[in-house]
């Protein structure tokens, strides 16, 4: 493996790792809020990775790494611990609770769109000749600056990848429960007792998910590209 690969390599798993950390912060965080301390209590309402890794080693780690080396690209899981009857009890708090994740990437997402925008203003970065994910904009120069660019390109495409991947409606996804804050409260909370019976086939969903994303995440990412570039033109 050249040089290259390992410093992409690693600017992958820095952006990886924070992407999955402030996820699962904010889950824990919001929980707390709703008054489910059972994250809180793992440790998880934390920016420190070290938590997340030690409960999630293999989709924090191993997965990440086995990935990146095989496809070029970086995937893997992390959680947060929940008290599932909290959650059926509290149907509304814990919808918010699943919402937070997601909104936490779209947060940095945004956060990317705005260093991107400064970078442009400050001329480290130009606008790029075509798009990918790893390149959202170029820059202006080599060495750190390449660097930058390629760290806020993927911060951006990886964060909107995981906020809108989360939001599909599909258990064991954070969008099947987050559906509970648009719902009476009976009706949330009989979804929360359906998230918790049917965790043995969670594996099932998330087949059925990947299935459908493609046609979902094309054009929620042309949305994205065309107000981070109002005056751009891209072929997507």
Same mark, same amino acid.
């Given at each position: 493996?050249?040089?290259?690969?390992?410093?992409?390599?690693?600017?992958?798993? @820095? &952006?990886?790792?924070?992407?999955?950390?402030?996820?699962?912060?904010?889950?824990?965080?919001?929980?707390?809020?709703?008054?489910?301390?059972?994250?809180?209590?793992?440790?998880?309402?934390?920016?420190?990775?070290?938590?997340?890794?030690?409960?999630?080693?293999?989709?924090?780690? &191993?997965?990440?790494?086995?990935?990146?080396?095989?496809?070029?690209?970086?995937?893997?899981?992390?959680?947060?611990?929940?008290?599932?009857?909290?959650?059926?009890?509290?149907?509304?708090?814990?919808?918010?609770?699943?919402?937070?994740?997601?909104?936490?990437?779209?947060?940095?997402?945004?956060?990317?769109?705005?260093?991107?925008?400064?970078?442009?203003?400050?001329?480290?970065? @130009?606008?790029?000749?075509?798009?990918?994910?790893?390149?959202?904009?170029?820059?202006?120069?080599?060495?750190?600056?390449?660097?930058?660019?390629?760290?806020?390109?993927?911060?951006?495409?990886?964060?909107?990848?995981?906020?809108?991947?989360?939001?599909?409606?599909?258990?064991?996804?954070?969008?099947?429960?987050?559906?509970?804050?648009?719902?009476?409260?009976?009706?949330?909370?009989?979804?929360?007792?359906?998230?918790?019976?049917?965790?043995?086939?969670?594996?099932?969903?998330?087949?059925?998910?990947?299935?459908?994303?493609?046609?979902?995440?094309?054009?929620?990412?042309?949305?994205?590209?065309?107000?981070?570039?109002?005056?751009?033109?891209?072929?997507?």
């Amino acid at each position: 493996m050249d040089t290259n690969l390992l410093v992409m390599g690693l600017v992958w798993y @820095v &952006v990886f790792l924070l992407s999955t950390t402030c996820h699962e912060a904010a889950h824990a965080l919001a929980a707390k809020i709703g008054g489910d301390l059972t994250a809180y209590h793992g440790g998880q309402v934390s920016l420190d990775p070290t938590p997340h890794i030690r409960r999630e080693p293999f989709g924090m780690v &191993v997965l990440p790494i086995l990935s990146y080396v095989v496809g070029g690209w970086m995937m893997g899981w992390a959680s947060a611990p929940y008290d599932p009857y909290w959650a059926e009890r509290h149907p509304k708090a814990a919808a918010w609770k699943s919402l937070a994740g997601p909104a936490a990437n779209f947060s940095l997402a945004i956060l990317a769109g705005i260093l991107i925008h400064l970078g442009l203003l400050a001329g480290v970065f @130009v606008y790029p000749d075509s798009l990918g994910f790893t390149h959202i904009v170029r820059a202006a120069s080599e060495g750190v600056a390449a660097g930058a660019a390629t760290f806020v390109s993927i911060l951006f495409s990886l964060n909107l990848l995981l906020g809108t991947f989360n939001l599909i409606p599909i258990p064991p996804l954070d969008g099947f429960s987050g559906v509970g804050v648009l719902l009476p409260e009976e009706l949330a909370g009989r979804l929360q007792s359906l998230r918790h019976s049917i965790g043995n086939f969670t594996f099932i969903g998330l087949l059925i998910a990947w299935k459908v994303f493609d046609p979902i995440f094309a054009p929620v990412f042309g949305v994205f590209i065309r107000i981070l570039y109002p005056s751009q033109s891209y072929s997507l």
